[in-house]
């Protein structure tokens, strides 16, 4: 028969800090929340390793008075509510009283703490939820907790980690948010002994703003403000024009408290979709007032999801009035590319791609952007590899035939290819042997563009174009943690990038074949994509993903191009050893057969 145990507090609490304690960030997010509920108007963060080997956090709060200390690191010890009924108009951050006893579990935990009142602090040392020393120290008012090689005692968790880079990067993050959503607070975050970020807390959302995304995000921000029966909400949202690659800086705090609200994203990404491409989130910064007792925030364990109870009311007004400001303002993206009036001096092979890219150049506007070609040293050489040929069809593969059936690809029957015309500015309807064949206009140029540069990147032969001027984007501390991390790699796709002081960078070129990349947003949403996805299995592999966000984003939402540069376009595609994805998966071509539309319209059966 099976023995049943009663499992001993030090093995409960560590399987609680399992739920609390998922990762460093887990940490300093309570560490800091707590430090906050305690009133401090003054935060320093230090991690070392990526919080792994050091997490310091000093406040300037309350303290613990010396007779509740142990009491704190117990499970379930907390001093802001009381029974259940508290629950429903809490206003402080955490309240489960769980994080202390679950990070003591799982570390070396010290804390040194004073209250006003007392003469001297107190020094508590716990190793792994053990008591090791409680002793009187001579302190400033306030709080230090030291929480030393996390996971020390739990090896499987610890495996689980990334790297100390990432860790730290996720850290990052959160302190720029903190920054953000607590202006009235003085912030100072240091990573392996330097300083990376530092608020003033003057209570100045702009302020915080300047401090983390630069002037440029700040000069693109909208300020908003509703009173409704329901809730009150201000804050900045930015014009689309600096719409981001994921949902990282879409940043609400309700009641000052940091939250994922699926209907808050939902509301405002409504209101941006007329503005955005696919894929890309706004970037805003807005925090809500709502009578905690319309709310439900104990819903998830690490809190940060919250339930409304007049949630579709709250939807419909934010809809409303996001689209509204939005509408208000003048939205289309400053060019930031000026002619170059020069004509290059390049060499013949040269001029047959640049002759080649024009014939497919969408609009006006970008076929004025003229290009300088830059060649880089190899070039030379391996001229002879940039294809720009359409090679013949027996170089396609005999089963991709299959999947059409008939010879659709082949280059003689390019020509009996009849194009009826384009739908909804973005399909284009093409007939040939008794089949329909519709081509995403969008996924097909991104395809052609990202096997280009694939090519050239292969052959080490990118042609980059400079930029008129240079494109100057400003930084956060995250997303340059991640350019730096890759900057070989866009070296070697065709981006000549260079520091441009304090967080701004210029992008001095793009790959040639990337002309339309002239908007910072786009820059920065490749920046976006590789924090969120960073495990590669080869540098090869971050090449092939840069280049294929980099086409993405090349690719402009209903770019319309005439029949013409269809065709030309369409062949293209139609060469490439597989012309039925785009790089990310999305299907380019989709046939119907006669016999099948006649059986829609029940003329056989
Ligand atoms: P909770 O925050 O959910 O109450 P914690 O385990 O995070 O639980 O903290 C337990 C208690 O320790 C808190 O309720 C608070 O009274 C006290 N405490 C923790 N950190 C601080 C701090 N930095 N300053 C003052 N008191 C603190
Ligand atoms: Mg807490």
Known sequence: MAVINILDDNTINQIAAGEVVERPVSVVKELVENAMDAKASSISVEIKDGGVGLIRVTDNGSGIESEYIRTAFLRHATSKIKNALDLVTINSLGFRGEALSSISAVSQTEILTKTHNELTGKRYVINGGKEAIFEDVGIPDGTTILVKNLFYNTPARRKFLKSYTTEAGYITELMEKFILSFPNISFKYTVNGKIKLQSSGNNDVKSAIFEIFGRNALNTMISVNIQSEYFSMSGLIAKPEVARGNRNYELYFINNRIVKSKMISSALEEAYKPYLMLHKYPFCVLHFTIDPSRLDVNVHPSKTEIKFLDEDKIYDILVD????????????????????????????????????????????????????????????????????????????????????????????????????????????????????????????????????????????????????????????????EVLKKYWDNFKQIGFEIEHFGQNDYSVRSVPTELFNMSEAGYFLSILDELSTNDSFKSPEAVNDRIAGMACKAAIKGNMSISEREAQVLIKELLSLDNPYNCPHGRPTIVSFSKSDIEKMFKRIV
């Open 321 to 480: 009035y996001i689209s509204e400001s939005l509408h208000e303002k003048e939205m289309i993206p400053k060019v930031l590319v000026e002619v170059c009036e020069d004509k290059p001096d390049v060499n013949t092979n040269c001029d047959r791609l640049i002759k080649y890219i024009d014939e497919l150049t969408p609009s006006k506007e970008e076929q004025a952007v003229k290009q300088s070609i830059v060649m880089p040293e190899p070039f030379e050489e391996k001229k002879e590899n940039i294809q720009i040929d359409i090679p013949v069809a027996s170089e396609i593969e005999s089963e991709q035939i299959n999947l059409f059936d008939n010879d659709f690809l082949s280059k003689e029957s390019i020509k009996d290819h009849k194009i009826l015309g384009q739908l909804f500015n973005t399909y284009w309807l093409v007939e040939f042997d008794e089949k329909l064949y519709i081509i995403d206009q969008h996924a097909a140029h991104e395809k052609v563009l990202y096997e280009r540069l694939i090519k050239q990147i292969r052959n080490a032969c990118v042609v980059s174009q400079n930029l008129y001027p240079a494109l100057i984007v400003s930084l956060t501390k995250s997303e340059e």
